[in-house]
């Protein structure tokens, strides 16, 4: 049985800095959470006050509290809209798009704005080319709206296999690991990566999550117009596109542009892949992902604009 929600996307956005190897520049998640968003608004012609939620994805906000979602609630002058922020690293724009479509999806809530906002210049090792050469940073947004059969989200999978946060994680900065002198010695504020233990078990899932949802919704790997996978690496991607059997004009890459932007990923695939003319209303789109602590997420849709 599928996990129709009767929700759609109605806009997309996003927004990176300026070239920069370093955050130098003082952009941090908020800021390009807000500039996205901004953007995203003016695309769609809504007012702030329409918004009714604020769900955002990070794994960087500026700070643990207050939430990076009231900032940006704030600086978008959306005063009827609550908003809270989600943590699931690579996966979190999949979770948050999936919590905001329930909201949208029960009646509740008319326009969600959903936010994948991460600044992994902060938390990167320049020391450690195992890590430092691959994430970048970068938000996207996209509006959430009612849907009605047969457009929007047709079915969504998400899992978590709790013993791969041992292969990539930021122990410092936490209850377990409060910042002193001696987590910053240890160079524990910075992401710690077993490369070859992630890209083993993201090729897997990713893959698989994307043939269960083609199979069990009745469809086949030609009817797919465009599979927006997480932008870990090429390898990675290509992997996954092989066992999927779909050619390169059906791949949405982007990584060459912006490295991985964890939660900001598919939120930009999805605006770049506007922008560049290769989706259409009723288009029949695949999102997978895998995160950190091997959070894990995939959605179907049918593109609504």
Same mark, same amino acid.
């Given at each position: 049985m599928s996990h129709r929600l009767a929700a759609k996307i109605t806009g997309v956005a996003g927004y990176v800095p300026?070239?920069?190897? =370093?955050?130098?520049?003082? =952009? &941090?998640?908020?800021h390009m959470a807000t500039e996205a968003a901004k953007c995203l608004l003016a695309q769609t012609k809504t007012d702030p006050n329409e918004i009714d939620l604020i769900v955002l994805a990070s794994v960087t906000p500026d700070m643990f509290f207050p939430a990076t979602a009231c900032l940006v609630q704030e600086r978008l002058g959306a005063k009827k809209a609550w908003g809270f922020d989600l943590s699931a690293a690579c996966s979190g724009?999949?979770?948050?798009?999936?919590?905001? &479509? +329930?909201?949208? $999806? &029960?009646?509740t809530h008319k326009k969600v704005l959903v936010i994948g906002s991460d600044t992994m210049t902060s938390v990167?090792?320049?020391?450690?080319? $195992? =890590?430092?050469?691959?994430?970048?940073? /970068?938000?996207? &947004?996209?509006?959430?709206? /009612?849907?009605?059969?047969?457009?929007?989200?047709?079915d969504f999978v998400h899992d978590v296999d709790g013993a791969g946060g041992a292969f990539l994680y930021m122990p410092g900065g936490g209850s377990l690991h409060p910042a002193s002198q001696e987590t910053v010695a240890k160079r524990m504020h910075y992401v710690h990566q077993e490369g070859s233990q992630v890209f083993k078990y993201a090729v897997r899932r990713m893959s698989e999550m994307a043939a269960h949802l083609l199979?069990?919704?009745?469809?086949?790997?030609?009817?797919?117009?465009?599979?927006?996978?997480? +932008?870990?690496?090429?390898?990675?991607?290509?992997?996954? +596109?092989?066992?999927?059997?779909?050619?390169?004009?059906?791949?949405?890459?982007?990584?060459?542009?912006?490295?991985?932007?964890?939660?900001? =990923?598919?939120?930009?695939g999805l605006r770049d892949a506007v922008e560049q003319g290769r989706l259409h209303k009723g288009d029949l789109v695949l999102i997978v992902t895998v995160g950190a602590g091997y959070t894990t997420g995939g959605m179907l849709l049918r593109w609504a604009y």
């Open positions: 300026p070239r920069v190897m =370093t955050n130098a520049n003082g =952009t &941090a998640t908020s724009f999949a979770y948050a798009l999936t919590v905001g &479509a +329930q909201f949208v $999806s &029960a009646g990167l090792d320049y020391t450690d080319r $195992s =890590t430092c050469v691959l994430f970048g940073d /970068g938000a996207g &947004a996209v509006m959430l709206e /009612g849907a009605g059969p047969g457009e929007g989200i047709l199979d069990k919704n009745g469809f086949k790997n030609e009817d797919l117009k465009l599979l927006v996978p997480h +932008q870990a690496n090429l390898r990675i991607i290509r992997a996954t +596109q092989e066992r999927l059997g779909v050619d390169d004009s059906k791949v949405m890459v982007n990584i060459d542009r912006y490295g991985n932007t964890t939660a900001g =990923t598919i939120p930009l």
